[in-house]
């Protein structure tokens, strides 16, 4: 299966990075097709207006509705179709988690709208919700100018857990947050010179004691969890 990604911003460049690195292997394996479009392509406009003021006034500015249903025409279609998934990141979204990365790498569509100014009018929201499967994601609570760089990382997040992409797919099973895993953040790391600069590697992992080696990264990933996510382990 080759999963398309496509990406509506007026920052279409921010989506150039896919071409690189294991995403860029993903599109020469055929795993994955990317396309990144500039909204303003839509507009008519001598300026290539995307926004307008707040109906109801407000500070800043909205995105219009027209760039974006003529967009959505021109790239999606005009026919409902729920097997294609349309993302928009945002802070009101619901918090975007692995397990919505592991099934959003088994679907063949998706579409990120990536907002800017003080986001996009409701009505185009509502509008993708009556055609295609509808997803508003928010990575977290903080404020980003726009949606292009929570879509490179729920791409990245999604994309690494198509099969095939990852050369040993086992890996991903043991990883923090995969499915079926406890929900403990990851133990320290560590890797040779055994000293540096004054301090050692925790000598139960030179031990060759996988037993011990275990216990230890148990313990060290309990006490990590405890201290900093507590919520995980609600
Ligand atoms: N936080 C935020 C934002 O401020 C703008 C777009 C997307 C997000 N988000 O996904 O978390």
Known sequence: MTM??????????????????????????????????????WTHDRHR??????CGGGAGMVMKPDPWGEAFDGIIGIEPDPSVHVIFPTPSGIPFTQSAAQELSTVERVVFCC??????????????????????????????NGGEVAALAITEA????IPGFMGNPESLAEESFSP?????????????????????????????????????????????????????TD
Do not use: C
């Not at 207006?49 to 707040?54: E, G, H, K, L």
């Not at 800017?116 to 404020?143: F, N, P, Q």
């Open 115 to 144: 907002g800017r100014y003080e986001g996009i009018d409701h009505r185009v929201i509502d509008y993708a919700r009556t055609m295609w499967t509808v997803h508003e994601l928010s990575l977290g609570d903080y404020v980003l």
């Open 49 to 54: 207006t995307v926004d307008d003021t707040p």
């Open 158 to 161: 999604v994309v690494r857990l």
């Open 180 to 232: 079926g895993q406890e929900r403990l953040l990851e133990y320290p790391l560590f890797t040779r010179p055994v000293s540096w600069r004054g301090m050692d590697v925790p000598e139960v992992l030179m031990s060759g004691h996988h037993g011990r080696i275990a216990e230890w990264r148990r313990e060290e990933s309990l006490l990590l969890t405890r201290d900093r996510r507590p919520d995980l």
């Open 4 to 41: 398309r990604l496509d990406y509506l911003s007026i920052f279409p460049g921010y989506f150039d990075v896919l071409d690189i690195s294991l995403l860029g292997k993903a599109v020469d394996n055929g795993l994955v097709e990317v396309h990144a479009h500039d909204l303003r392509d």
